[in-house]
């Protein structure tokens, strides 16, 4: 599976914005999705998962503002950010995997994106 991340930039604090992880190579819907960033001398965090069943997790400090979708007939899969916050700045990536557990665990998924830039000014 190849992914692709887009849809980062330089947005302000209370800002929007979609990232998409466009997958080739397999159909991703029988793969378990998640989001990660890693932001400079931190380690890669969990952001938000979406199962290959739909259903969808998300970390404490995204709960609320932030959105999981898949669209497998487009074998894509999107994070809606809203209400950013400077400290969302960080470089997201996308990653897959199969009978993925825990969700959060970076080791569980298979294969990632190269990542894309998200940055948040105050």
């Known amino acids: 599976v190849q992914l692709v991340e887009s849809g980062g930039g330089l947005v302000q604090a209370g800002g929007s914005l979609r990232l998409s992880c466009a997958a080739s190579?397999?159909?991703?819907?029988?793969?378990?999705m998640g989001w990660f960033r890693q932001a400079p001398g931190n380690e890669r965090e969990f952001v938000a998962a979406?199962?290959?069943?739909?259903?969808?997790y998300y970390a404490d400090s995204v709960k609320g503002r932030f959105t999981i979708t898949r669209d497998n007939a487009k074998n894509t899969v999107y994070l809606q950010m809203n209400d950013l916050k400077p400290e969302d700045t960080a470089v997201y990536y996308c990653?897959?995997?199969?009978?993925?557990?825990?969700?959060?665990?970076?080791?569980?998924?298979?294969?990632w994106g190269q990542g894309t830039q998200v940055t948040v000014s105050s």
């Open positions: 990653a897959a995997g199969q009978k993925t557990y825990p969700y959060t665990k970076p080791l569980a998924y298979d294969y």
């Open positions: 190579g397999r159909t991703l819907s029988n793969y378990d």
């Open positions: 979406i199962s290959w069943s739909g259903g969808t």
